[in-house]
Each structure stands twice: as structure tokens, then as C-alpha cells.
């Protein structure tokens, strides 16, 4: 992926093993990690290193992630991604009213986890670094966006209008589970006139021209009785 490098990362949470998975994940991608065990310390290197995203556990000894989120957001726009046990979506849109960018709830994939942290830089960061050109699985698959040119293993990739669409909608947003009414909402608009079962025949075609073994994808993957996710890296 291109993005900016050496990126600093606040990874709160109070299980020791789990920050430290998250952290060695999120080392192999280049970020600058830092972690912290309890609120009163995240708060301590949220001043000194003025992070530029935070993972953010809800569940903390002394201090509730939400009140550390309250905390930042009277000072900052950082990025926030919230990790929570809690399942309840009254919750989880609590977390996102005061403050949150996005969560995820426990237990979840490291990979899910740094795909949600592209994902977001990439949504909140103006650098044009990061909204130009997206490259995934070590240039294996390219897209760049002004010009509308995608190419897989360096060759062009002819796509029409449509598929260019709906692969950038599920590109930007890696790991995120899009139904397939709401990737019609996103790709063509709300006033689209067309079936979401139209999506499927777009996805056939993109598999077709971006995946090495259609059966088998590893780009646009389904999620069974719910649509479709990517999983580029």
C-alpha cells in the first residue's frame, strides 16, 4: 500500500499479549508503535509523541477508553479505532458518537485490524500519497485512481466504468463488510435502477481479471448470507 511511512501508532489495551501481537503486526508494515498498559500512560504518550492513529481498548484498570477518547477529542482529531468485548450495537455506536472513527470487537484477525488502520489513514490523511495510487500484495495489484488504470502482476487491466467502481469502493475500505445493496449505494449512487444481484456479476468479472484462481479469490472475498469483502494487503 502506498502511504507515508514511519507513521506513529498508540496502542492501548491492558492484555499484554494481545498488544504485543497487534504491535508486531503493525511493526511489519513500517508504522512507529508505541503501547501503553492503562489510561493514565496512553494519555502520558498521547502528549509526547502525538501519535497520528490510536488503537484504543474500552476496558482499561484505571481510566475507560471512552473517557480517554472524550479526553483527545477536546484536543484532537486523531484517528481513533476502538477494540471492545462488548457486542451490544448500542455500544458501539456510543463509541462512535464520542468520538470514535471505527471499532472492533474481540476477538478479531491482526490483519482486520491493520487493514482498518490503512483504511482509516487513508480516509482521514489529506496527503495525496495516500488517495492517488493504492498498491497491494507487494505491487501485485495496482489502482490508480486519477487516472482510472488498474493493473494486476504489471499489465493494464481493462475494466469497465462499473467494476472500476465497486473495486475502488472495496479497495479504500479493506477488511470492511459491504451488503450488496449498500455497495450499490456506494459505487452507483441511491438513485441506481439496476438489482443488487447485478453486484454478483460485476464481482465474476473483476475475479476474473484481478484474481490468480477465481476459485479461490484473494482480493474480493464473499462472506456467505451477507456480500462481499477485500482483503488485499
Known amino acids: 500500500m502506498v502511504k507515508k511511512m514511519n507513521e506513529k501508532v498508540l496502542v492501548v489495551d491492558?492484555?499484554?499479549?494481545?498488544?504485543?501481537?497487534?504491535?508486531?503486526?503493525?511493526?511489519?508494515?513500517?508504522?512507529?508503535?508505541?503501547?501503553?498498559?492503562c489510561g493514565n500512560k496512553a494519555i502520558e504518550l498521547f502528549h509526547d509523541i502525538e501519535p497520528d492513529?490510536?488503537?484504543?481498548?474500552?476496558?482499561?484498570?484505571?481510566i475507560s477508553g471512552e473517557e480517554i477518547c472524550k479526553l483527545i477529542r477536546k484536543e484532537s482529531d486523531v484517528p481513533i479505532l476502538m477494540?471492545?468485548?462488548?457486542?451490544?450495537?448500542?455500544?458501539?455506536?456510543?463509541?462512535?458518537?464520542i468520538g470514535a472513527d471505527d471499532y472492533l470487537?474481540?476477538?478479531?484477525?491482526?490483519?482486520?485490524?491493520?487493514?482498518?488502520?490503512?483504511?482509516?489513514?487513508r480516509r482521514t490523511k489529506g496527503n495525496s500519497e495516500l488517495t492517488d495510487a493504492l498498491e497491494f500484495n507487494n505491487r501485485d495489484l495496482l489502482i490508480d485512481i486519477p487516472k482510472h488504470i488498474v493493473q494486476k502482476a504489471g499489465h493494464d487491466v481493462s475494466l469497465t466504468p462499473n467494476e472500476f467502481k465497486i473495486l475502488l469502493t472495496l479497495a479504500q475500505n479493506p477488511y470492511k463488510v459491504f451488503t450488496r445493496s449498500h455497495l450499490v449505494s456506494l459505487a452507483f449512487g441511491y438513485d441506481f435502477e439496476g438489482y443488487d444481484r447485478t453486484v454478483d456479476t460485476h464481482i465474476k468479472n473483476l475475479r476474473q481479471k484481478i484474481e490468480n484462481n477465481v476459485k479461490e479469490p484473494k482480493y474480493i472475498v464473499?462472506?456467505?448470507g451477507v456480500g462481499y469483502k477485500f482483503e488485499g494487503e
Do not use: H, W
Open 14 to 37: 491492558d492484555e499484554i499479549n494481545l498488544s504485543n501481537v497487534i504491535k508486531d503486526y503493525l511493526l511489519r508494515e513500517t508504522y512507529e508503535v508505541y503501547t501503553a498498559a
Open 53 to 62: 492513529f490510536i488503537i484504543l481498548d474500552l476496558m482499561l484498570p484505571d
Open 83 to 97: 477494540l471492545t468485548a462488548k457486542s451490544k450495537e448500542d455500544d458501539k455506536v456510543t463509541g462512535l458518537y
Open 222 to 224: 464473499t462472506v456467505y
Open 105 to 121: 470487537t474481540k476477538p478479531f484477525s491482526p490483519r482486520e485490524l491493520v487493514g482498518r488502520v490503512r483504511a482509516i489513514l
